[in-house]
């Protein structure tokens, strides 16, 4: 199992694909904060009830400076399905390789009706403006959990 970035460390560069073939990298963002989130499976339950939320509340991350990421093994193709059918907002990246999700120790060990497997572990990262990690959700349920991100964001640019 991958360590998981704790706050206060420097947030792991990456260069990856988004939803469009384009190339996005860590340093595309310097002197933003960004919410990087990292989901099992496009189009599922949990990962379109969290998808939804941060689309709904990206006016407001927007307003604060915060670009918003989301990363899983799918493709590039579909990310875009699946940003067309739920009329998603947001940044998808495509890590079929799991080479970013493994830097941010999401691909872990995880069980299923009494099976063991490796795969993506729901989790978040709030990097700020200058590429350090601010806070970290390691074990993310998907219920109001864009709206805690926010409010943390919220919260550490007043402090």
Not at 48 to 57: I, M, Q, V
């Amino acid at each position: 199992m991958s360590n998981v970035p704790q706050a206060g460390q420097p947030a792991p560069d990456f260069s990856t694909p988004d939803q469009n073939g384009n190339l996005v990298s860590l340093n595309d963002f310097h002197g933003q904060w960004v919410v990087i989130y990292f989901y099992p499976k496009d189009d599922t339950p949990g990962c379109t009830t969290e998808a939804k939320d941060f689309t709904g509340l990206h006016q407001q991350f927007n307003q604060l400076g915060a670009k918003i990421l989301g990363v899983s093994p799918d493709s590039g193709k579909a990310h875009c399905k699946f940003i067309d059918k739920h009329n998603l907002s947001i940044t998808l990246l495509s890590d079929p390789e799991h080479q970013l999700i493994e830097a941010y120790g999401a691909w872990r060990l995880k069980k299923f009706m009494g099976k063991e497997y490796m795969g993506v572990v729901r989790s978040t990262f709030l990097i700020s403006s200058d590429g350090i990690i601010a806070y970290t959700w390691p074990n993310v349920k998907t219920k109001g959990h864009a709206q805690a991100v926010l409010n943390k964001l919220q919260e550490l640019i007043n402090s």
